[in-house]
C-alpha cells in the first residue's frame, strides 16, 4: 500500500501537467492560431475555456482596432514642392492564420506596414499639386492612399480600415516661397475685386445720372407745358375782365403806373396838361372818361 501512494501521487501529476498544458482561455479581446509543431492547425475565435493537445501550442493575437504611427517622411508633390508628411493607419487582423503564414508576427507586420504606408503616400502625392491639399481633393486623395494600402495589407489577412495624415507641412525650404506667391495671389485676387467693384460702382453711378437727367427734363417740360397754360389762363381772364369794360381798364392802369412812378422817396416835375394827370383835370367832376358829368367810379 505504501508503494502505490507515490504511484498514484505521479499519476496525479502527470494527469495535472496534460491538463495544465491542454487547456488555456481565449480572452474577449483576443483570437487564437493553434499550432502543432509550428504548423496552423485551426482558428478559435469563441472567448472563454478552450482545449488543446498537450504537445500543441498556441498563438494569441489581438482582434481589435490597431493603430500603426508611420515615420514622418518628406514627400516630392507633384508640382515639385516638397512636404513633410506624418501619417497613421487603422487596421484589424482578421485572418490569424494567413497573417502567421505570410507574416509571423505583429512586429514584423508594423514594419511592413510602414513600408506599404511610406511607399503609397510618396506614389499618390507625387501625382498632385499642392493645392490639392488644401482644397476637397484632399479627401479623395487620402481614400485614394487607404484604398491601395488595404489591398497590398489584405494579402496578409488583414483589414486596413483608414489611413490619414496627422501632420502635413511645408518642407522649411519652400515655406518663404510658398508663403510670398500666396501674397501675391491675394493681392491679385484684391486688386480684382476692387477693380470690379469700381466697374459696378461707375455702371450704377452713369445710370441713376442718365435717369436723374431723364428726369429733371421731363418735369421741366411738364412744368413749361403747365405755366404756358397758366400764362394762357390768366391772359384770356384778364382779357375778359378787362373787354367788359375798355375805359375802366385805361384808368385802372393809369393809376398803376402812378402808384409806382409815386412811390416812396420818389419825386416828379410835370405839367398840369401831362397825360400823367389827364384823367384828373375836370375838377368839377364829371366823369372825364364819358364826359356825362357823372362822379367818376372808384
Known sequence: MNRLVPA?????????????TSLYIVDLRQQ?????????????????????????TVLMFDQRLLDFDADAQEVTLGDQRRMVVDAYARYKITDP?????????????RQRLGAIVNATLRNTLGQVPFAALLSDRR????????????????????????????????????????FRRMQTEREREAREARGQGSETKQRITAEAERE??????????????????????ATRIYAEAFGKDPSFYDFWRSLEAQRKALAEGTTLIL????????????????????????????
Do not use: C
Open 32 to 56: 487564437a492560431l493553434v499550432l502543432e509543431f509550428g504548423n496552423p492547425q485551426r482558428t478559435v475565435r469563441e472567448p472563454g475555456l478552450q482545449f488543446k493537445k498537450p504537445w500543441q
Open 212 to 233: 436723374r437727367t431723364i428726369l429733371v427734363a421731363e418735369a421741366q417740360r411738364e412744368a413749361q407745358v403747365l405755366r404756358g397754360q397758366g400764362d394762357a389762363d
Open 8 to 20: 498514484l501521487l505521479v499519476v496525479a501529476g502527470l494527469l495535472a501537467a496534460i491538463g495544465y
Open 139 to 178: 479627401a479623395a486623395v487620402m481614400r485614394d492612399v487607404r484604398d491601395v494600402v488595404a489591398r497590398e495589407a489584405a494579402s496578409f489577412g488583414v483589414t486596413v480600415v483608414d489611413v490619414r495624415f496627422m501632420r502635413a507641412d511645408l518642407h522649411p525650404d519652400n515655406s518663404p516661397a510658398i
Open 97 to 109: 492564420l494567413e497573417f502567421y503564414k505570410t507574416i509571423g508576427t505583429e512586429m514584423n507586420f
Open 271 to 298: 405839367s398840369p396838361d401831362s397825360d400823367f394827370f389827364r384823367f384828373f383835370r375836370d375838377m368839377g367832376g364829371s366823369d372825364p372818361v364819358r364826359g356825362d358829368g357823372a362822379t367818376p367810379r372808384r
